[in-house]
């Protein structure tokens, strides 16, 4: 119940967005994206989405959003700098 409603929640956001509506499994894997560019760690995407291992789901979502890799190496570049200040 609680999983179909965060679907439906989901698909209602995408609809307001103008994104067409997706099969079930387009829609978990837009969510998992959609995640990764929100910020979430990639530890917690892979409990939500119920995989064994983090690495199935990096190995299936991390290259996919060009957003997540720029926040990535944003976000080093900045530690680096922290350092040399």
Known sequence: MVLTLKIHTLKAAMEHLGVE???????????????????????????RLGHESMKTTSDIYSHISESYEQKSMDQFNDFMKSLVK
């Open 21 to 47: 509506s997706l099969p079930i499994h387009s829609t978990r894997h837009t969510h998992a994206v959609m995640l990764l560019e929100a910020g979430w760690s990639m530890k917690v995407i892979q409990e």
